[in-house]
């Protein structure tokens, strides 16, 4: 997809005229908006830990909720409760009464929290023992699908330096034709658009939701146009149970659901992908996966998933199909969530898997991942990702330098890093960056093959209605 203009450097020019303007404007947002994604993370924990009896951190989760959004009158409601069962009766006349009064109404209603007063000041008045409150049918964030909004639209324009461009997403087989070496690849500057559209045609019907979302991007490079990548991928989402986040995450991506608790959470996802290079079609992909996710108390939540991967690149043509890089892919993983408190949390992940792509490509996997998230900040979060994929091939025609010697082994290696700024609940700023390195057995002329660095920075904002 070329600039209109015919221009690269003018649409450059532009591309960077806009992120420094919208800098500038971030700069004037007052310091005093609420840290809503902080606030809802505290809540969620909080409702966690009072769950299971564990009251003081719960109170203390609680009241960071309150801070980070004093609009928000769930969080006070359950404060006033917990204050409640710590015998702090006053203190939880006062927090229910704020909840009353609060910007955003409670979300178990107000009869609810009426109710609730009413026997905080029993307790006050006769200096009783707390009663066992039975906990609210309704979570953090609990919405009926009249108050979901039936549409998600987010919008993204990134500016980046790619310093192996030419790997285009990583999924060349081969080095680039014309280049003196394998590993010397021309570096580059790439501006991104990217689009997310979301809907939801019913939600908690009977357990059941149903998530529809369509994501489009557009990359432009400075030099290398050939290389401008356009890809629209869709993905369904069905999914059964709740989440204390109202977001149930997959292998492909994310969906809402009812906010609450679950005994288990099914999500159940299909799609596909269709990329274009240089407005020319280059990759077709089809996408299912099934996901488990077991609740721990307040602690962390287990996940189990299974994933496949069905790829048809169209510049085969002519190729032999033992040498074709069209081909399935499948893996089974395991993941751990842990929440650590105060929003952190950290992410272990182990999957295995078979790809099938013809005697060259055929192989198996391992992979091991780790992510952390961790507020720095009102308005601030940093996100740390790493990983290792091993892939062991199956036959001698993948050394295809020496298909008589040993099979080709790979060793691929990421870490990320990101920081993210909330500027305001419509509006935020991300800056990340990313290293990834392959070691391979496979050399010619003593030079390594498929051997690659990747190091790539980009800075961005993302809009939201």
Known sequence: MKLLCGDRRKGF????????????????QPATVPSTAGALTALAHGILAFNHGEDREAAALLEEAVRLDPREGTAYHWLGLVYLQLDRSQEA??????????????????????????AAREVLERKQAPPAFVEPAYGPVALSFEELPRWDVRIGLESAYDSNAALLAESLPFAVPGLAHAGEVPSDLVAALNLRV????????RGWSLGLSFDGNQSLHQDLGDLDLSVARGIASLAWGRSPFGIATGPLGYTRVPSGGSRIRVLLQGGGSFT??????????????LSFAVPESSWGETRIEVKSRDRDFSNE?????????????????????????????????????????GRVFDSSFDEAGAKVTAPLADRWTLFLLGGLRQDRFENPESNVTQPTGREREDDTWRIAAAVLWQIDEHLSWTVR?????????????????????????????????
């Open 13 to 28: 020019r532009l591309v960077y005229l806009l992120l420094v303007m919208g800098c500038a404007a971030a700069g004037r």
């Open 93 to 118: 006349i006062d927090q229910l009464q704020v909840s009353l009064q609060a910007e955003h109404p409670p979300a178990a209603g107000r009869e609810r929290v009426l109710s609730d007063l009413r």
């Open 198 to 205: 979301a809907g939801h045609p019913f939600y908690d019907r």
């Open 276 to 289: 274009w290079l240089d407005g020319r079609s280059y990759l077709r992909s089809g996408e299912g996966a």
């Open 317 to 357: 043509e002519g190729v032999p199909r033992s040498r074709r890089l069209s081909g399935s892919e499948t893996s089974a993983g395991l993941g751990q969530l842990f929440f650590l408190g105060g929003g952190r949390s950290l992410r272990l992940d182990l999957a295995t898997g078979r790809s099938h792509a």
């Open 433 to 465: 960056g990313s290293h990834a390195r392959r070691d391979s057995i496979v050399e010619l002329a003593g030079s390594p093959l498929f051997d690659y660095r990747r190091n790539v920075v980009s800075v961005g904002f993302q809009w939201k209605p």
